[in-house]
């Protein structure tokens, strides 16, 4: 069978070749990627076992019910919210003392060995600025605070801000604590601009309003925020308030003309902690004790998690040319396997 189209002239022609050319270009702009959708049917979880909470997924070694998590550390506690309409909420559990039970909100969990968590700000306004306010950031094993993604603020003039840091187990006997110390301070003059745009603050930088320290070091598990006011200033009665936290970097810029406006309105916000498979020590004694409970299964490597002193676990990722999650029995699947 044959078809034949009859010859267009030039101007009619042209509104059918445009129209084709806009709409190629729409599929190509508006269509995932072959690795983008094969990447969300792979499955994260356990068969059987639950990958979502909410909106936010969790793959395995995370999981939310027994049997569905490598180990209690892993365990994701999903809260239903106490409207039908508020989404459920995943939180990473500690337990503090006797009775205490701490819960970190998790708002992304990435194979890559990340997790995004919301953390508390700490604040200090009016008659609590003579007083030291401090707040506890406590992770539980395996789990620390990034130290390439997350910057440590003090922002507010005349301000304080210390933040104690414990790398539990990284003592120079192996096994004490570390104690990690990084101190901000602010100064503000008479002379000084609230609404100044040169006070715009980068990475290890400070101005008379707000101080960024970035170089926290790796392995810090608990984090100890002390706020205070160093001397009182003029501008207390503009800004009566002072803040000190630490934050993801991509996620808080300073800046004086939005910054005090956003922090008023804000309690808690987005902090990066590593996690990493910390059972049995680095990839090479893993690999030498031949655990069976090895966790980087088939069509995947090991990595050591990089560690200022020494290495202590490890993460795993699929192969060159396969894709999915390293910790499933065949969760790392290749071209072929896909298709079929």
Same mark, same amino acid.
């Given at each position: ?5 009859? *010859? ?23 269509? *995932? ?8 049917? $792979? ?29 209690? @550390?892993?365990?994701? %506690? ?9 989404? *459920? ?11 205490? $039970? ?25 008659? &609590? ?20 993604? %997350? ?27 570390? %104690? ?23 990475? &290890? ?21 002390? $706020? ?5 200033? %003029? !501008? ?14 991509? @996620? ?22 590593? !996690? ?7 990839? &090479? $004694? @893993? ?17 050591? !998690? ?13 192969? @060159? ?20």
């Amino acid at each position: 069978m044959r078809f034949c189209l009859q *010859p267009l002239h030039g101007m009619q022609l042209m509104p059918q070749i445009i129209s084709l050319l806009i709409l190629g270009v729409l599929v190509v702009f508006v269509l *995932p990627t072959t690795a983008e959708v094969d990447q969300a049917l $792979l499955p994260q979880a356990l068969h059987g076992c639950s990958d979502h909470c909410g909106n936010v997924t969790i793959p395995y070694p995370f999981g939310m019910a027994k049997g569905c998590y490598r180990g209690p @550390e892993f365990f994701i %506690n999903c809260t239903t919210g106490t409207t039908p309409d508020e989404e *459920p909420i995943p939180y990473l559990t500690k337990r503090s003392g006797t009775d205490n $039970l701490i819960q970190i909100h998790v708002t992304n969990i990435s194979l890559k060995g990340e997790l995004h968590v919301l953390q508390p700000i700490t604040r200090a306004c009016d008659a &609590d600025l003579n007083v030291g306010l401090e707040t506890d950031l406590p992770l539980p094993p395996p789990f620390t605070f990034s130290n390439t993604k %997350n910057n440590f603020f003090t922002i507010g003039c005349g301000s304080s801000g210390n933040l104690l840091g414990f790398r539990p187990g990284l003592g120079l006997d192996g096994h004490t604590l570390s %104690n990690i110390h990084r101190y901000c301070f602010t100064f503000c003059d008479d002379n000084s601009s609230g609404n100044d745009t040169d006070l715009v603050i980068t990475d &290890d930088s400070c101005s008379g309003f707000a101080c960024s320290l970035s170089s926290l070091p790796s392995g810090v598990q608990y984090i100890s925020i002390i $706020l205070s006011r160093s001397i009182p200033t %003029n !501008w207390d009665s503009s800004y009566p308030c002072r803040y000190a936290f630490l934050a993801e970097k991509s @996620e808080f810029t300073f800046s004086p003309n939005t910054s005090f406006q956003q922090l008023s309105n804000t309690s808690h916000l987005p902090v990066v902690v590593n !996690w990493e498979i910390g059972d049995h020590g680095p990839c &090479d $004694l @893993e690999q030498r004790s031949k655990h069976v409970d090895f966790a980087c299964k088939g069509n995947s490597t090991c990595i050591n !998690w990089p560690n200022v002193i020494r290495p202590t676990g490890y993460i795993c990722q699929c192969k @060159e040319g396969y894709q999915g999650n390293p910790y499933l029995p065949d969760g790392c699947q290749g071209d072929e396997m896909r298709s079929s």
